[in-house]
Nanobody, 118 residues
């Protein structure tokens, strides 16, 4: 059974930073592209950043480019998201999953809440 466990969220002021982690168990992630997703209040879940299986390719949505960095450690079956210069519109629940997420649609974790507010 694939299990995804996200951590590292919290409450931070605008301009602050957070580092998110995702630990995957039950399967090796080394052959899969992986993504971070977020769901803002009242909105649908969206992909934020994607990293290729070997880590050499990364992509981001426009609003987080230059502020967020996705990385992975295949030996630890872990995914990371460094978030800098956080803004209120970054608020939401952050999840990790395979890219595309439909492949692991039954394995969504609980996510980790990120709140950016004064």
């Amino acid at each position: 059974q694939v299990r995804l466990v996200e951590s590292g969220g919290g409450l931070v002021q605008p301009g602050g930073s957070l580092n998110l982690s995702c630990e995957v168990s039950g399967i090796s992630i080394s052959v899969y592209d992986m993504s971070w997703y977020r769901q803002a209040p009242g909105k649908e879940r969206e992909v934020v950043a994607t990293i290729s299986s070997g880590g050499g390719g990364r992509s981001y949505i426009e609003s987080v480019k230059g502020r967020f960095t996705i990385s992975r450690d295949n030996a630890k079956d872990s995914l990371y998201l460094q978030m800098r210069s956080l803004q209120p519109e970054d608020t939401g629940v952050y999840y990790c999953n395979r890219e595309p997420s439909t492949a692991w649609r039954n394995f969504w974790g609980q996510g980790t809440q990120v709140t950016v507010s004064q």
